[in-house]
């Protein structure tokens, strides 16, 4: 899908007005934003930026002091973050929740479970069978195939990350938003990151949240720019790279919001 054929789609999400504060503070003012089904929209900013609050906004974990949300034209706002999955939306966090005692194949088969409301039985059935497989498959699709055995705690940080990919992915999600994916990661594995992001399948819309701009103009067909809390700028990621209020961002000039 192309940007313009996603603008032209009918948006899976829906931003209007969001503002978010925390006593005096503005973390979000006005944000509006449209995402189309199978587009892929970066968020850039530096840190502070308001990133991760509208993350947390549109998942859930937090309620705006004004605006809406929208996923299908369905205002979702009073929902509670527990009640998005059913959506079909998934999400990734800065910092690791993974479960550091359980295995690769476990942490995986565990989001299976909670996708379809279950609970871990010791006696496994037909249809926890089928979830573990869906666990394995997951697991191949980050490259963890030959890791499903080792305990979250002894993988690298470079295969944590592919694996917090692979439980955001493990429940089929129509909309997945991943939260500085690339923070810590080395060269090496930025580009594994990139090829596991480009490999997704179309009918997966992806929302990316970083300050590198790195993995996420590489991956982006639409970049939405961010600072202290306010859209500043969107656009396709040449002119993105090309925009000087961007590199006055960057290089910690300021600038001014009207």
């Known amino acids: 899908m192309t940007t313009a054929t996603a603008a032209d789609a009918a948006p899976v999400l829906r931003l209007r007005g969001l503002n978010m504060s925390f006593g005096g503070v503005h973390a979000l003012s006005g944000i509006d934003i ?3 089904q199978g587009e892929r929209l970066v968020i850039l900013g ?3 930026a308001g990133k991760t609050t509208l993350f947390n906004v549109v998942a859930g974990d937090l309620r705006p002091t004004a605006g809406t949300v929208e996923i299908d034209g369905l205002n979702v706002e009073e929902l509670p973050a527990r009640r998005r999955p059913q959506l079909g939306m998934s999400r990734t966090y800065q910092r690791s929740r993974l479960f550091a005692g359980l295995t690769v194949e476990e942490n995986l088969y565990l989001a299976v479970l909670g996708k379809e409301g279950r609970r871990f039985r010791l006696r496994m059935g ?3 069978a089928a979830y573990r497989d869906r666990a394995r498959r997951a697991a191949a699709n980050v490259w963890l195939d030959g890791r499903l055995g080792t305990l979250t705690s002894d993988l ?3 295969e944590q990350r592919q694996l917090e990919l692979g439980l955001a992915t493990v429940t089929e999600p129509r909309v997945l938003m991943l939260d ?8 090496g594995e930025r580009e594994r990151l990139t090829e596991l992001l480009l490999a997704l399948e179309r009918e997966v819309t992806l929302l990316l949240i970083d300050h590198d701009m790195d993995v996420a103009l590489r991956v982006a067909e639409r970049v939405v ?5 306010v859209k500043i700028v969107e656009g396709t990621p040449d002119e993105i790279r090309a925009n000087p209020q961007v590199h006055d961002i960057y290089l910690g000039r300021g600038i001014t919001h009207e």
């Open 156 to 158: 690298s940080h470079g």
């Open 126 to 128: 037909r249809r926890d």
């Open 46 to 48: 530096p840190n502070g």
């Open 225 to 229: 720019v961010m600072h202290d809390g």
């Open 34 to 36: 449209d995402v189309a």
């Open 180 to 187: 500085e994916p690339a923070s810590g990661l080395s060269r």
